[in-house]
């Protein structure tokens, strides 16, 4: 009994730390952006004034960009959001998942200078990361070069002129290893002899994969998916550099239509609501997810 009262006092103190950082780092200023967003515009100068009152949020303009995502001008922008983002995840667990099965199971003593190598670029600067793919992927790169001199391809290239997938693939350079990691993580811990004995049955290797693997890699695989899902459905800087900051038509998706409509049409109000629209996509998302934990837990 004692123990259990000392935790009970123990465990919210230690959490208490974190508890105050999200609001004063995440839930205060996100206040502040809604705010904004459900406020109203100035009458003289149309600059948005936000209402710190949500008994007197307008959410006039909020409804009016979910109609024009789901079934207007802007639904174009939202399915070539999701399917960016989708198209990512898949080449990320389709990439992520033979390397971590490799590392868990192959590897042996090089598995630390592997795990190393793939660990690597998160050292650097994600900017310069991103920067870097410039002078490979120009026009005269190091990537052209290669292609013409195995004459793959008669003529350069022109990945950075606004191609969709350039922007994909830059995403899954982005953020496979928060495939690769987790998912070698939970393999490392799969018992051989599960895998062994499937095999001695006379199972398959997809069957066994189907029935043996994939159970024990479910809860971290849709962990990692919707994590994933949330970074690169609002990463903005991606986009901005290998279209050399203009995206087109092509590879125009949220974060970037809601960047141009407030610093280049100079239209604050509609840019911040623009962007507030994915948080109920991600807040659904989320919910379900751990509702589906939850309940598989149990």
């Known amino acids: 009994m004692r123990e259990s009262r000392s935790g009970r006092r123990l465990w919210p103190a230690l959490a208490a730390p974190g508890t105050l950082w999200l609001l004063a780092l ?4 996100f206040y502040a952006i809604a705010a904004v967003a459900f406020g109203y515009p100035d009458p003289i100068f149309r600059s948005p004034v936000p209402e ?35 198209l990512a995840l898949l080449l990320c667990f389709l990439i992520g998942y033979p390397v971590a099965y490799y590392l868990a199971r192959y590897a042996g003593r090089r598995r630390g200078l592997l795990l190393a190598l793939i660990l690597a670029p998160w050292w650097i600067n994600y900017i310069t990361r991103m920067l870097a793919w410039l002078s490979l992927l120009q026009d005269d790169g190091y990537v ?4 013409i001199a195995l004459r793959i391809v008669p003529d350069p290239v022109r990945w950075l002129s606004g191609n969709p997938y350039t922007v994909v693939l830059a995403l899954v350079y982005g953020y496979v290893p928060f495939f690769i990691v987790p998912l070698y993580a939970t393999l490392d811990r799969i018992d051989s002899r599960l895998l062994d004995a499937s095999r001695d049955l ?14 024990g890699l479910k809860h971290v695989l849709i962990v990692t998916i919707v994590l994933s899902f949330i970074l690169t459905i609002n990463d903005f800087n991606i986009v901005y550099v290998m279209t050399r900051g203009g995206p087109g038509t092509a590879t125009q998706v949220f974060a970037t239509y ?8 100079l239209r604050w109000g509609r ?28």
Do not use: K
């Open 26 to 29: 995440f839930a205060v200023p």
């Open 52 to 86: 710190w009152d949500p008994r007197y949020w307008d959410f006039t303009l909020f409804t009016e960009v979910v109609q024009r995502s789901l079934t207007g001008d802007l639904r174009p922008v939202f399915v070539r959001t999701l399917l960016f983002v989708g």
């Open 144 to 147: 052209n070069d290669a292609l």
């Open 202 to 215: 006379g199972v398959g290797g997809f069957r066994t994969f189907l029935h043996v693997t994939l159970p």
């Open 258 to 265: 809601s960047y141009e409509v407030a610093f280049n049409q």
């Open 271 to 298: 840019g911040v609501t623009i962007s507030i629209f994915l948080v109920p996509v991600l807040v659904v998302a989320i919910a379900l997810v751990s509702r589906y934990l939850l309940r598989d837990r149990a």
